[in-house]
Every structure is written in C-alpha cells, then in structure tokens.
C-alpha cells in the first residue's frame, strides 16, 4: 500500500478523525450498511476500519480494530499498516476529507482565525471542499504531544 486509503465504519469515528490528520484519506461510513462499505471499499481500493468482526470478514481489505480506546486503535493502525504517517501531515480536512491547500489571504467570515500571524507566516491551510482553515497552533501542538506518547518506545 503505497498511499494507504481507509473507509472507517460508524464505531470509529475519532479514529477517523485522526487518520485524516495523519494525511490518510479516510471516508467516514456514518449510516451505512455492511454491504455499502464492502463495496465502496472494494470499489475505491479503501482499506476498512472496524472493530466488526462480521464486517472486517466480509471486506476485501480490513483492519480490525480490538481496543475501545483510541491510543490504542492509533497503535493498531500503525501495525497493521506500517505506511501510515506518524507525523501530523495538513493534506486532508479532519471534518469532511477535502483536501488541503495553503491558505495566503482572508476570506469570508472566519472568525478567530490569525491572519496577521499567518501573513507573518504560520502555516494554514484551506479544505477544497468545506472551506473551513487549519493553522499550526496550539491545537496542533497538543495533536503531535499526544501522539509521540504513543509511538514512544514503538520504534528502535
Ligand atoms: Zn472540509
């Protein structure tokens, strides 16, 4: 898997949040039936993510996920997909999958967003799809001190 694509069922939706922070492309399966997501898996060349036995046996390609928790499932993932960043990567939009672009120059209504730090050059970026703006900032700050707890001692 050169460029890993996941479809992360209903149960685990936080971990799909934090695969698309990772850059990973990951469609969330909300409503979905078992069947829906074995063939837009199959279709699209996506990788599933469950904690289903049933559904992970009926997909193509699965991960089955074995913890609740979400330190866990990150571990989880990084085993079973070794491909997968461990890194904070600004490359897809955690709230819908869209793709990031730098973002330069304000638009629109966005409140609370630093535009003077971003002209002064903080790194942000724009969803294609949602429009919503992703900064290096606190958030992102406590994102990577979060995940290098939990790669600490995973790699020699
Ligand atoms: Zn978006």
């Known amino acids: 898997m050169a460029d890993p694509r996941f479809l992360a069922d209903e149960m685990v939706g936080r971990l799909a949040r934090w695969l698309r922070m990772l850059g990973a492309d990951t469609t969330y399966a909300r409503g979905w039936s078992d069947e829906q997501i074995a063939r837009v898996a199959r279709d699209e060349g996506r990788v599933v993510v469950t904690r289903d036995r049933g559904l992970a046996a009926r997909s193509e390609r699965a991960v089955l996920l ?47 967003v630093p535009w003077d730090r971003i002209r002064a050059g903080l790194p942000a970026y724009r969803c294609a799809e949602c429009g919503h703006l992703f900064w290096e900032g606190t958030h992102t700050a406590q994102v990577r001190r979060r995940m290098s707890g939990w790669t600490e001692g995973s790699d020699a």
């Open 66 to 112: 074995t913890s609740p928790r979400l330190d866990e499932q990150m571990r989880e993932m990084w085993v079973a997909v070794p491909e997968l960043s461990h890194d904070l990567r600004f490359d897809r939009c955690t709230l819908c999958n869209g793709r990031l672009a730098p973002a330069t120059v304000p638009s629109g209504d966005q409140s609370g």
